[in-house]
């Protein structure tokens, strides 16, 4: 379980000495509740992401246990290094917006014919409950030939996840290499 501390201070010079120690500014809210100002050794936030099964995973600040997903990050512009991270606590029967990641499976036909797989949508923007939230949206890409995409529309919801995406917008395709 990753482990934080509550931040007593929340001005730049504090936050400049703590990135300094190590450590990540971390924001965490919720629906109708308050908001902590964490932060987290950067390392073991890096590693915990990384690891994690599902969408939301574990944290203790404070003594308190949440359940948290992540809903923003700020990078350093020209590093890469993580500055900010922005915590939303999963809230069981809480509807809410939450983005899953697109996972492609099989092999097109379209890479035979000298194409490459286009991922648009990386990750798809979705309203429910973190109950009915999947670890990954799965799309079968095997019988993509070079010119086919999957649409929005053609992805399979599970039961009450909606798409916030309009239905035209494509999540991958097959596009001809240059």
Not at 68 to 80: D, F
Not at 118 to 133: F, G, P, S
């Amino acid at each position: 379980m990753l482990e934080g501390i509550i931040r007593e201070s929340i001005g730049k010079t504090d936050a400049k000495a703590l990135r300094r120690d190590g450590y990540l500014i971390a924001n965490i809210y919720g629906k109708g509740l308050e908001n902590i100002d964490a932060a987290f050794k950067t390392n073991d936030y890096i590693r915990t992401v990384k690891a994690k099964e599902t969408i939301a995973f574990p944290v203790k600040v404070g003594g308190k246990e949440l359940n948290v997903v992540v809903q923003a990050y700020q990078s350093h512009p020209l590093t890469g290094d993580l500055l900010h991270v922005d915590l939303m606590i999963a809230q069981p029967g809480v509807v809410t917006k939450y983005m899953i990641p697109v996972n492609p499976i099989g092999d097109p036909i379209g890479l035979k014919n000298k194409g490459l797989l286009y991922v648009a949508k990386t990750r798809l923007a979705v309203k429910a409950k973190i109950e009915d939230i999947p670890a990954f949206i799965d799309i079968n890409v095997a019988d993509l030939d070079l010119g086919d995409s999957v649409l929005i529309r053609d992805v399979q919801a599970t039961e009450n996840v909606k798409f916030l995406d309009s239905e035209r917008v494509a999540v991958l395709s097959i596009i001809k290499a240059k």
